[in-house]
């Protein structure tokens, strides 16, 4: 099985790259699915990469992805400068050690960790590998405390994918919070009610990917200490901010769902979602020491000395971590806090504009992250599928998808405004929009589709 994509089958058709007459002066013959027999020249072989990359979307219009997909040239200058660092590598790049130190401090910081310089952290390859780390410190600590049961953790249904795989992964259960009428996350009763004596801890998510919506962090954790003073049980929070941790702390100042609370254990955020970097780099930060048990930590021998790591990569790119750092310095608070406002003004623009269009009905608007779903409201002959099919034809990435449980009857579209994408693009989305709706109010019924793929 080709784990790469198990499901992608060889291309249809011929085995050989065509090759365009001028790149090269007698006919070569180059597979597409065996390693060449001998190499080409440097130019050849990027004109042919080059060009199968053509078909590949427009980043600006993809509107579906948390991901950066811009970054300023100096970035671009600095990332290519350390495309060779490799983070592991602590003993050859000090420097590039010392700069993801920096990095958790200033998160640590923003977070409010009650104690910056004893907060422990690290960079990650993105929040996935950052939740797998914060989700073993919770099972570690579970079983530190006599847990001997069959773990569990306790999250809302609408969690990112990354939790299930956890869960999977190292043999916790999921205990899946379903969504039930508007609650579409976890809300303080019913996160209490599915914990036990066997619950490693509670996730909390800012903001939910489905809807962009902030969970209810601060009365999450006053549900479980009212939980603890009837119980005993002490239930630690992960709160998963791989896109909030970066919007909140600039655009919600006074929202307390950080380490002002003293439930919350740790938190992760994506480098490479509001945190403006390419992929792939995210963070996790533990609220102090005791949050992090001593023996998931490894000790490399650095420079005599020796450094802790706690990571489930051993070799990493450094750049990321580094073009981090160089954001933190290019935008400071103030810097960070323009452009993830400029978004939200954007999102909550938008969603605006699309509820006034008429046939659409807004679940969020925008106003947590800067992402929000709408769903097709009333009786009209087409779907939410069918007006992604359509935009699509005009170039834009809007998903459509069904909910999960027990909403499985509710499909939406959702739009993730990221840094890059402006109102006058939003201007154009919308523009496309109103002239594409004459056509989809003409149709049979959902379905029916007229833009359907190949009509
Ligand atoms: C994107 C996302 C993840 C996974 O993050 P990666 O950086 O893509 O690995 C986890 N949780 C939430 C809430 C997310 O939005």
């Given amino acids: 099985m080709a784990l790469a994509h198990p499901s992608r089958q060889p291309e249809p058709g011929r085995a050989e790259l065509s090759i365009n007459p001028l790149y090269t002066r007698v006919p070569m013959h180059i597979p597409k699915n065996e390693l060449p027999a001998r190499g080409l020249d440097p130019d050849l072989a990027y004109q042919l990469v080059h060009d199968e990359l053509m078909l590949d979307g427009n980043a600006r219009l993809n509107l579906a992805t948390f991901v950066t997909t811009w970054m300023e040239p100096t970035a671009d200058k600095l990332m290519a400068e350390c495309f060779d660092k490799n983070m592991i590598d602590k003993d050859e790049y000090p420097r590039t050690a010392e700069l993801e130190a920096r990095c958790v401090r200033m998160l640590a910081g923003l977070w409010n ?67 039930e009428g508007d609650r579409f996350h976890l809300s303080p009763e019913e996160a209490v009610a599915l914990c036990d004596e066997n619950t490693i801890g509670v996730v909390a998510i800012l903001g939910s990917t489905f809807d962009g919506s902030y969970e209810p962090v601060e009365q999450i954790c006053a549900a479980l200490d009212e939980l603890q003073q009837r119980t005993g049980l002490d239930i630690p929070v992960h709160v998963d901010g791989a896109s ?5 702390p600039f655009c919600d100042p006074g929202l307390r769902w950080d380490f002002r609370l003293a439930r919350v254990a740790s938190i992760n955020t994506s480098g490479h979602k509001y945190g403006l970097v390419y992929p792939g780099v995210g963070w996790v930060v533990w609220r102090d020491a005791a949050a992090l048990p001593e023996d998931l930590v490894f000790r490399v021998n650095y420079l005599g000395g020796d450094m802790p790591t706690f990571a489930l990569n051993f070799s990493r790119p450094g750049s990321q971590v580094v073009t981090q750092y160089y954001n933190f310095l290019r935008l400071g608070f103030d810097g960070y806090r323009r452009v993830q406002q400029s978004c939200r003004d954007v999102a909550t623009t938008l969603s605006g504009q699309i509820a006034e269009l008429g046939p659409f009905q807004l679940l969020t608007k925008g106003a947590q992250l800067p992402v929000f779903a709408f769903t097709v409201a009333g009786d009209q002959p087409f779907s939410v599928f069918d007006v992604s099919t359509a935009l699509r ?35 154009a989305l919308v523009a496309d929009l109103k002239r594409l709706l004459p056509t989809l109010r003409g149709q049979q019924r959902p379905g029916a589709a007229s833009f359907a793929h190949g009509a």
Wanted: with cysteine; glycine share 10%.
């Fill in 393 to 427: 034809t005009q170039g834009w990435l809007v998903p459509a998808y069904t909910f999960p449980a027990n909403r499985t009857d509710l499909a939406v579209l959702r739009i993730v405004v990221r840094n890059g994408f402006s109102l006058d693009l939003a201007e």
């Fill in 113 to 179: 960790a009650p104690s910056v310089a004893e907060a422990p952290g690290c960079s990650t390859t993105g929040s996935s590998e950052a939740c797998m780390l914060a989700g073993l410190a919770l099972k570690r600590r579970w079983q530190h405390k006599g847990g001997t049961g069959k773990p569990n953790m306790v999250m809302g249904i609408n969690v990112q994918i990354c939790w299930e795989k956890f869960a999977n992964y190292w043999d916790v259960e999921a205990r899946l919070v379903p969504m």
């Fill in 244 to 248: 909030g941790a970066m919007i909140a």
